[in-house]
């Protein structure tokens, strides 16, 4: 099902709309025209923290392993196998799975994205631990919400206390895929609640990485405008890589935020707004393929450009849908009753 419109903002340059779409983004990416995406930012589900009210299959791992007796754990399916026997993004097995799953996900944007487009990933690590315990809805902290446990084999780096470094295994992922890595932006969160270890620091930051094609010869050429980073004064508008000059630090200082409408980890608006902004040009076009309640959504269309977003969960698009309506000024969006992409 589509909820979509395209209404004059009352601020911000140009006209600019939010289209929310229920579905995976694996399906979804496809339907995509072949380069009118300007920027994807995301936030993608993490591996192994909350279901966010999906099903899951936890036996998976063992069907995979007894479809063909010369595989092993680390052989990774293909998305479309792990989706058709139960699986969800962020709840596979293995992290090497839920990495894989990832980037094959991501791929499908790729025809969609322009040439000067530029893709930011925002994604956080976690603890290995055996026994991993699964909460079922998003809300955040170690509060008394229902969570389930499951077991989750050890081998390799796969060890009891290990930190897993998910975001850096992500980014070689993508830059084995010929994306070009421009910045590992550190997200530092000041509000992030205790923890009950007491024998490791606190883990208090994210990663926020910007990718951008690679051309098929040459140097890749990027929009970028950077009088729109933050303390940044230059104006940089389609950026080359041969002419890099000093600019803004790596490092956004910004709380963490859960939303009112169920959702634990809504972007705040002082992190993503500069990505945009600096990322896709005025009236262009900006996708989120894992939208949530649509907080990015609502940030690209109050900046005068368009927006895309899937979500798979029925509470979150509902919650998107909403917000969407409130920022565009209208009391509903146009539904679409035929449309059922993706489900």
Known sequence: M???????LDEGPGEAGITVRRGDAYDLMA????ESIDLLITSPPYWGLRSYGLEHNEDILKEWLAEDTSRVQTDVPSYEWYRKHGGVLGLEPLPEWFIGHLVEILQRGAAALKPQGSMWINIGDTYFARWSSIRHDGRQGLGDNPRSRRRTPMGGFRQEKQMLLIP??????????????????????????PRPEKDRLRLTHEHFFHFVKRPKEGRAKYYY?????EGGAQDVVYYDIDEAEEG????????????SDGHSATFPIDLIKPRILTSCPPGGTVLDPFCGTGRSLSVAASSGRNAIGFE????FH??????????LGQGQLTFDATDEAGE
């Not at 589509?2 to 004059?8: A, L, Y």
């Not at 405008?225 to 980073?229: A, I």
């Not at 803004?248 to 939303?259: E, I, N």
């Open 248 to 259: 803004a630090a790596d490092v956004v200082k910004t709380g963490a935020r859960s939303g």
């Open 225 to 229: 405008d950077f009088e729109e980073v």
């Open 168 to 193: 850096a295994r992500f980014a070689i992922a993508m830059q084995d895929l010929r994306w070009i890595l421009r910045n590992d932006l550190i997200w530092h969160k000041p509000n992030v609640p």
């Open 31 to 34: 339907d995509l025209p072949p």
């Open 318 to 327: 509902q919650a998107a849908v909403k917000n969407a309506a409130v920022t």
């Open 312 to 315: 798979l969960g029925e509470s």
């Open 2 to 8: 589509t909820q979509s419109t395209t209404p004059e």
